[in-house]
T-cell receptor, first 116, second 113 residues
Framework: AQTVTQSQPEMSVQEAETVTLSCTYDTSESNYYLFWYKQPPSRQMILVIRQEAYKQQNATENRFSVNFQKAAKSFSLKISDSQLGDTAMYFCAFMIAIQGAQKLVFGQGTRLTINP | NAGVTQTPKFRILKIGQSMTLQCTQDMNHNYMYWYRQDPGMGLKLIYYSVGAGITDKGEVPNGYNVSRSTTEDFPLRLELAAPSQTSVYFC????????????FGPGTRLTVT
């Protein structure tokens, strides 16, 4: 079974601090994508960052970066210089191929609060 | 482009009623998906479609039906609504096999009482 686990239900940091959100996954596939999605109170799902499993280099998007450890099946998200607008639910997700449709499997989410 | 649109935004149903959640995308995407998000949880796949006329079950299909008569539209039908179907429903689309990003609609909050 393909599963994604986020072990931190909630996290809270002060503005401008750095925070790391954890994610582990389980799969027998060798080629796949990993994603972090942000869901603010508006409920809109926003793609934050993605990582291809065949790439060893960790993905970076401005203040967001990942630590991808393929052997350990770990995919953590680091947010640097956190801002109030980063307050949201964050979901780790994994894309597998099911009959060509490549569906997403989501973790349970981490509620991140940035305090002023 | 409007992207992925969903109607209605909110709905309250009584047990046993039926309704259709509408989803439309104007990006000419081949793949479309329906997810549900229960309180405090991640999204779970209900149904998906790889093109007009082709649909298949996801992880939690029981109590739902879909159709895909056009590329743009992917309605989700709830028959005999039950309290367990209280959730937020998201529609998403993706261009094709070589694209990775799914574009999500704003969601429909459904309450069954």
């Amino acid at each position: 079974a393909q599963t994604v686990t986020q072990s931190q239900p909630e996290m809270s940091v002060q503005e401008a601090e750095t925070v790391t959100l954890s994610c582990t996954y389980d799969t027998s596939e060798s080629n796949y994508y990993l994603f972090w999605y942000k869901q603010p109170p508006s409920r809109q799902m926003i793609l934050v960052i993605r990582q291809e499993a065949y790439k060893q280099q960790n993905a970076t998007e401005n203040r967001f970066s990942v630590n991808f450890q393929k052997a350990a099946k770990s995919f953590s998200l680091k947010i640097s210089d956190s801002q109030l607008g980063d307050t949201a639910m964050y979901f780790c997700a994994f894309m597998i191929a099911i009959q060509g449709a490549q569906k997403l499997v989501f973790g349970q989410g981490t509620r991140l609060t940035i305090n002023p | 482009n409007a992207g992925v649109t969903q109607t209605p935004k909110f709905r309250i149903l009584k047990i046993g009623q039926s309704m259709t959640l509408q989803c439309t995308q104007d990006m000419n995407h081949n793949y479309m998906y329906w997810y549900r998000q229960d309180p405090g949880m991640g999204l779970k796949l209900i149904y998906y479609s790889v093109g007009a006329g082709i649909t298949d079950k996801g992880e939690v299909p029981n109590g739902y039906n879909v159709s895909r008569s056009t590329t743009e539209d992917f309605p989700l039908r709830l028959e005999l609504a039950a309290p367990s179907q209280t959730s937020v429903y998201f529609c998403a689309s993706r261009q094709g096999a070589n694209s990775y990003e799914q574009y999500f609609g704003p969601g429909t909050r459904l309450t069954v009482t």
